[in-house]
């Protein structure tokens, strides 16, 4: 691998000595591999598979997507920051929601997208994203009145997840909401998307709902909403 892949370029500029370093360096080699528009090389057997094949037309995004916005949509001049924001300030009506969008992301090739467009859409509500993990958050005390986090807590196992919880009760303010998605391991589609992601480059931990509502219960959170989806059940959580 190069001096200057995706994995390198992590591992030069963040938390060298960090225990969770190689794993995120793991995931962000995997999603700038696809931001990146490069071809996936996985064995025929994967290929066949009816999950892989609407993963390549584009049609599974659709489908297991969380919709944070339907249990807590962000409200006018609310400070809002999306954890693994991806392209999402490109994608969702941030504009209609009239709320101010921090980010930080763990792929560089998001983070420089996201930065050189975003300001152009809407220089007044896009406050930039930072290259960081999710458990090193740059960002202030009491600053969000709501922490988005969707479609990566499942790439780490739930230690990791003790860590994120209290960098997000740290960085919102008194009141302020926490929304993430964790992977439902009762869903008929969870397994075979675990194998999809595997294969991709990705490791998915499979854990039963009760354990990680036991580390929301250990790390101070109170759950104020769900909403189960096709692979994924949203949490909406307050400290």
């Known amino acids: 691998m190069s001096k200057n892949s995706p994995v390198n370029t992590y591992q030069t500029n963040n938390y060298s000595s960090d225990k969770w370093q190689e794993r995120i360096a793991q995931i962000a080699y995997r999603f700038n591999h696809q931001y990146q528009n490069q071809k996936f090389s996985v064995p025929e057997e994967i290929e066949a598979m009816p999950i892989f094949r609407e993963w390549i037309n584009g049609r599974l995004n659709d489908r297991i997507v969380s919709p944070f916005w339907e249990i807590a949509q962000p409200q006018k001049n609310q400070h809002c920051l999306d954890i693994g924001c991806g ?24 983070k420089d997208t996201l930065n050189s467009r975003g300001s152009q859409l809407n220089s007044k509500l896009f406050k930039g994203v930072e290259l960081g993990p999710s458990h ?16 990566f807590s499942c790439y780490f196992p739930l230690e990791y997840w003790n860590a994120v919880l209290l960098e997000v009760k740290r960085v919102l303010k008194p009141g302020g909401h926490f929304v993430f998605d964790i992977l439902n391991s009762e869903q008929p589609l969870a397994e075979d998307w675990a194998v999809l ?11 039963p709902i009760s354990k990680w509502e036991k580390i929301i ?8 909403k769900q909403q189960l989806g096709e692979l994924f059940e949203l949490y909406r959580v307050r400290f």
């Open 217 to 224: 219960k250990a790390g101070g959170a109170k759950i104020v």
């Open 87 to 110: 392209f999402s300030f490109l994608i969702y009506p941030w504009r209609d929601w009239q709320a101010f969008f921090y980010g930080q992301e763990i792929s560089n090739i998001a």
């Open 136 to 151: 090193h958050l740059k960002y202030p005390e009491d600053q969000f009145d709501l922490v988005i986090a969707t479609g």
């Open 197 to 207: 992601e595997t294969y991709l480059g990705a490791e998915v931990f499979l854990e």
